[in-house]
């Protein structure tokens, strides 16, 4: 992959610190090469680069603006990780060798030992639970991350995970606030009874999106990203209906402001890492609800995941789920994954297609349920893959 343009020290040397009306983005280079020419006043140009990815300066309506431009003329998501200083996004990428990046943090206890408990909990998964949470969270108007429906709605999603939990002592579910926006991130816990230091997450992105219309038009993101909010809640409901009892900690994240380059996933992952928590393994479920690849229902992406954990999802897969699956790329910064991955933690992304067929309905007004085939059938199998996933690296 070519390199963009680096300027000189000397420049980069005034441009230590954002405007209050601009950002820093970390950008994947092929996209960035591709959308730079559709940017308004061909704006997004590269003031550093590695192999992956390029710093660039943005202000607010810009990034929605680059968000929309990769959306319909790439047909793909993300792209991009929002940064507060320059200084933070150049370490961003000095600090992510090639293999280091893609590979590091692998955990060796990948075995299937736990089929007494999974197969029935696999078993109660319910499509029309799934699709009644998919349905509750596409009635906001929009769930973008600087509006009052964006906070309220991660206001439900702790409601609804919290009522699911009622009678569980070992269960907290909380709102974490972010500096700079209004909407929260939504995190459940359930500790750990024997290695409770040691974390398992499945996470998804709260928020929503409408092309450049910002928090102002409809979205309601029914397959990004409430499928996979819906999804989560799902392994929720049957986790705690079998009252499940994990040896090690467990954690379901509901991800602020996604859309927006990452910023709530970003957030926490940064603050696990400084505080040395010992995240094993993480899995993102952003979008399960279309089935856009006639050939394949579950896809791993291969770039910026862990390899080994992508493999033990895939024996998942065969032993409990039995679709077909395989591998496509998304590339630098495509989800929240990603923000645990640059900060050195194995992550995996399962979705509902290659890149090549995704959802063209995603970032409008139309990304419904009905769009996505009108029911929740192929949600479902992420379900199932998700509380084989919890299930087996909890004990």
Known sequence: MKNLLVVSALVLSTAAIASPKTQWLTVDNEVLARVQSKMPNKSAQALFSNSHASVVELNQAQIEQLSEVIHHELHRCGGFITHETYAEAELALTAQGDSQFAQKALFSDYDINQKQIVVPMVASVQEASIREMIIKLSDFKTRHYKTDTGVKSSEF?????????????????????????????????????????????????????????????????????????????????????????????????????????????????????????????????????????????????????????????????????????????????????????????????????????????????KDTLQNAGGDASHAAKFAKLGVAFMVEMAN
């Open 157 to 365: 999603i702790r409601d609804t995970w919290a009522a699911l939990a009622k009678n569980r002592s070992d269960v907290k579910v909380e709102l974490v606030s972010h500096k700079g926006w209004p909407q929260a991130s939504i995190v459940m816990t359930i500790q750990g009874s024997e290695k409770s230091d040691e974390i398992i997450i499945l996470g998804g992105h709260a928020d929503s999106i409408a092309g450049m219309f910002g928090g102002q038009g409809r979205a309601p993101g029914a397959d990004d990203n409430a499928s996979g909010i819906a999804t989560i809640t799902e392994v929720i409901r049957i986790l705690m209906e079998q009252d499940f009892k994990p040896r090690r900690t467990i954690q379901f994240m509901g991800y602020a402001a996604e859309e927006a380059g990452l910023l709530g996933s970003k957030d926490i992952a940064a603050g696990y890492k400084a505080r040395a928590q010992k995240v094993i393994g993480v899995v993102q479920f952003d979008m399960t609800l279309f089935k856009g690849t006639a050939d394949k229902d579950i896809v791993f992406m291969s770039d910026f995941t862990n390899a080994a954990q992508n493999e033990f999802l895939g024996k998942l897969i065969d032993e409990y789920v039995k679709v077909p699956w395989g591998y496509s790329k998304c590339g630098y910064g495509c989800s929240d994954h990603a923000s645990w991955t640059a900060n050195g933690y194995p992550a995996s992304i399962p979705f509902e297609s290659t890149m090549g067929d995704i959802n063209g309905k995603i970032h409008t007004d």
